[in-house]
């Protein structure tokens, strides 16, 4: 079985552009999450798409949104990037059954 | 809410040496808990879970884990570290109920030849 895809793995971008991040879930998995990763802050959960539904947020700013599509691939989107949203964006697909997520590699997103 | 606590941000082993890595979670439910394991520029490596049943864990790479829940703690262990462990380490909580896992804050592992 294929693993978590995400595309691409390293972007850098220039402050107020906007940025699209991709993930291919698990084949038969329906559970998108979105992770941030700072040094500072952690693990920071975003989002999750359960059947193209948004099924929990966390506290981030609006300008981070995402989607689902009916193959269970996903996207986040974040647009006027500022210096502060440089991090490794994580996406996980969740095995509903057993509660684990299994984590893409990550897509290191360098805002300068 | 959840959360999770682990103790130490970085913790440091000779090779050859016991590994003990400290998770405490809160949860008004009964858990599911999770140890991931992480490299660098890597995404997350499930290295063991614990559901429901037997409380001692058996995981990837020679850990296991046992859940306590007189002491609300799933400690992350390894008897013997090898040069490959050094990694950063999160113990993460679910509470089955569709929500997302929480993570702690992380332990990063060195191991000193």
């Known amino acids: 079985k294929a693993g978590v895809t995400q595309t691409p793995r390293y972007l850098i971008k220039t402050r107020g552009q906007q940025v699209t991040l991709s993930c291919s879930p698990i084949?038969?998995?329906?559970?998108v999450s979105w992770y941030q990763q700072t040094p500072g802050q952690g693990l920071q959960f975003l989002f999750e798409y359960f059947s193209e539904t948004q099924r929990n947020k966390g506290n981030f700013p609006g300008r981070f949104s995402g989607r689902q599509f009916s193959n269970s691939r996903s996207e986040m989107n974040v647009s006027t990037l500022e210096l502060g949203d440089s991090a490794l964006y994580l996406c996980a697909s969740l095995n509903t059954g057993g509660g684990e997520a299994f984590f893409g590699q990550g897509t290191r997103l360098t805002v300068v | 809410a959840q959360s999770v606590t682990q103790l130490g941000s970085h913790v440091s082993v000779s090779e050859g040496a016991l590994v003990l890595l400290r998770c405490n979670y809160s949860?008004?439910?009964?858990?599911?808990l999770f140890w991931y394991v992480q490299y660098p520029n890597q995404g997350l490596q499930l290295l063991l879970k614990y559901t429901t049943g037997a409380t001692l864990v058996k995981g990837i790479n020679g850990f296991e884990a046992e859940f306590k829940k007189s002491e609300t703690s799933f400690h992350l262990t390894k008897p013997s570290a090898h040069m490959s462990d050094a990694a950063e380490y999160f113990c993460?909580?679910?509470?089955?109920?569709?929500?997302?896992?929480?993570f702690g804050k992380g332990t990063r592992l060195s191991v000193i030849a």
């Open positions: 949860s008004s439910v009964p858990p599911y």
């Open positions: 993460a909580v679910s509470d089955r109920r569709n929500t997302p896992l929480v």
């Open positions: 084949s038969g998995h329906r559970s």
